[in-house]
């Protein structure tokens, strides 16, 4: 917990507004009350109503209609309040509103946080967790079945070798699960014809820029959201070149120890975009997709190039080809994948899914409290079948 910090300096830079923020109900009732000029009795109504949505409620209503609601024809104020969700979990103004209540209300209880230390540190300490608990953990360790008989799971095949077990959890993404791994015969027609509905969301590219050692940058903010499109719009956002990208700026501070600056550019993108290029041409789209990510940097860190000594891009295909996601997709599945993962062990027992699936539970947090709510069901099973 400790290492947990907060992230205070959140930055919007676009031709309709530039501002600072901390992200939070506060902050934004400040923002929305002085510069976007919003009565404190509609910025009161809307916070309470976003804050009360819950996975019960009428899921007919769109986040566009939520917004036209409260602050009609302000595409400025949509663009502030939508802008970095599209960002942190994918999800555009014609998706459900409750995908955007859940999750811009859990920003807005607190803010942005990261994890001091980075991934690297996070990973360690969960490894000491797990095998302080008796857990073995096999990395490249490709699955590549999902064993199941008699309607029952009975394990997995890995690198051609069966791990027999009475339960299998698989974190290879819903869509991954079913269609690749345990395979479309294991189940009823009616859950088939649900699995196949299912969009993934979309899918992202990264530019990662390392700072030389000797060099440092001015502190401008520890995440920027910067755009040169007129209006916010989730088309602008996903097209190859898109003129709008976040930066988030690693300062020392970050990573202590390090003493060292980076700089990540994220952009929210299609998979159908990046693949099938032949290689010469995917290498040449990688190159420009790093000159337009430089080109932007420079506005707000002039003179960064020179200090620059790693370049590097990700694209679709690089997150399809790591994490074996279907497309490539950054944060799961559209709201259907959610009722499809939970209930998959009614389908198959034994066999249940966690990881990112319908936005809500996209994200770290919500796959963390995913993982919570099935590790919830698979503990019921398991009991259960020892009483048997
Ligand atoms: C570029 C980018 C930026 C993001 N930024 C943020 C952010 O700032 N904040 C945030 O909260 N979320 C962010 N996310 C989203 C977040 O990373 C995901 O929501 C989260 O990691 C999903 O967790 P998961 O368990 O579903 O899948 P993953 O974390 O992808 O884990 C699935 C794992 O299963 C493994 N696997 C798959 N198939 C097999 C197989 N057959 N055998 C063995 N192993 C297999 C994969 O290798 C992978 O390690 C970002 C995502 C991307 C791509």
Redesign the pocket.
């Known amino acids: 917990m400790n290492s947990i910090v907060q992230l205070k300096d959140i930055v919007f830079d676009n031709p309709q507004f530039s501002l600072t923020t901390s992200f939070d109900r506060e902050d934004f009732t400040k923002i929305l009350r002085e510069k976007f000029e919003v009565p404190q009795e509609v910025i009161d109504r809307f916070f309470s109503t976003v804050a009360g949505m819950n996975f019960y409620d009428d899921q007919s209503k769109t986040t566009r209609e939520l917004f036209e609601e409260f602050f009609p024809g302000r595409s400025d104020i949509h663009r502030l309040l939508m802008e970095p969700i599209t960002?942190?979990?994918g999800s555009t103004l014609d998706d459900p509103a409750i995908t955007y209540g859940i999750v811009f209300s859990n920003f807005m209880n607190r803010g942005v946080f990261t994890f001091e230390g980075g991934t690297d540190k996070l990973i360690g300490m969960m490894v000491t967790e797990l095998e302080k608990n008796g857990v073995t953990i096999c990395t490249k360790?490709?699955?590549?079945r999902i064993i199941i008989e008699n309607g029952h799971v009975t394990g997995v095949e890995?690198n051609g070798r069966v791990i027999s077990a009475p339960t299998v959890i698989?974190?290879?993404?819903i869509t991954?699960t079913i269609f690749?791994?345990a395979g479309p015969e294991s189940f009823s027609d009616e859950f088939m014809a649900r699995a196949e509905a299912i969009r993934v969301n979309n899918?992202?590219?990264?530019v990662y820029i390392g700072i030389k050692e000797d060099a440092t940058i001015e502190y401008k903010g520890d995440l920027l959201f910067t755009s040169t499109a007129p209006e916010f719009s989730s088309d602008e956002l996903l097209d190859p070149h898109t003129r709008s990208k976040t930066f988030?700026v690693y300062y020392p501070k970050t990573r202590p120890g390090h003493d060292r600056y980076t700089i990540v550019a994220?952009m929210n993108s299609r998979y159908d975009d990046w693949n099938g290029l032949a290689r010469g041409e995917y290498e040449q789209k990688k190159e420009e997709l790093i000159e337009r990510t430089l080109v932007d940097l420079e506005r707000y860190f002039p003179g960064a190039r020179d200090k620059i000594d790693w370049l590097e891009a990700?694209t679709p295909v690089t997150?399809n080809r790591?994490?074996?996601?279907t497309r490539?997709?950054?944060?799961?599945t559209k709201f259907e994948g959610l009722d499809v993962s939970r209930s998959l062990f009614k389908e198959v027992p034994g066999l249940f899914h966690?990881?990112?699936?319908g936005i809500i539970m996209?994200?770290?947090?919500?796959?963390i409290n995913y993982?919570v709510i099935v590790a919830n069901d698979v503990d019921a099973y398991v009991r259960s079948q020892e009483n048997h």
């Open positions: 960002y942190a979990n360790s490709k699955v590549e890995v698989s974190n290879s993404g991954n690749n791994l899918s992202s590219c990264q988030s994220s990700a997150f790591y994490t074996l996601h490539g997709t950054s944060f799961g966690v990881g990112s699936v996209s994200g770290w947090l919500g796959a993982g």
